[in-house]
């Protein structure tokens, strides 16, 4: 078994004396771990770092073997990233959620999603909007996507402002108003094109993170991850 692929690095951990086994969210393969023989040494390293976005050549006898990676270096942005600690924070998060996606399952939108968020020449706003559309993505490929599309209540398919914590569904703003203490605030950038405050963005974080804990944290007993809480406060202080 072969196959060649583009994708993100998003992980690397010590294998043996002198090799690693490097987990890569790839293009049409998904999140896949293989053996780097060698990985260890200094003319890997610089590739080997998460953030980076590698040519990827997988090779095993079977499929279902870990099989190994021969590794090219595409995009070395892992040093840009090592001197921006917020987008430092950004890719570890994302590498974060994308390691909750099922092995060899293909999320090319995800994929793509993560690798604009990094873009050198995000300011803080975008990213900020990015992450929060991530979020709000993942949730969908990991089956438990918010109906955000029209209200619960009357059906309406404009004036959403809030989204119930039990069921994930939209509320217009006339129905929402006695609730308002219960139900969480749905930005605006999150259904259209519309600026994002820093009051959207906590509000967007909030939301998301609700329903990832809800779905998927506690149901699988991890942590979520370390950086998120550090993550949104850099942002919101740099808007």
Known sequence: MQWQGEGLLIGVRRHGESSVIAE?????HG???????????????????PGNT???NWRARLEEHLGAFTVELIDARAADLIADRTRLYACQLLCDHLRLLPERDPHDRLLGLAVGALADRRSAPELAVELARFELSLLDELGFGLDLS???VTGQTTDLTHVSPKTGRAVSREPAKPYCDRLLRLPQFLIAEAPATPQDIADAFRLTGHFLHMHVWEPRQVEPPAVRDALIEALTDRL
């Open 31 to 49: 999140r896949t771990l293989g053996l780097v023989r060698g990985g260890r040494s200094s003319k890997l390293a610089a590739t080997l770092q």
């Open 54 to 56: 590698v040519q990827v």
């Open 150 to 152: 029209a209200c619960a």
């Open 24 to 28: 890569v969210m790839v293009a049409r």
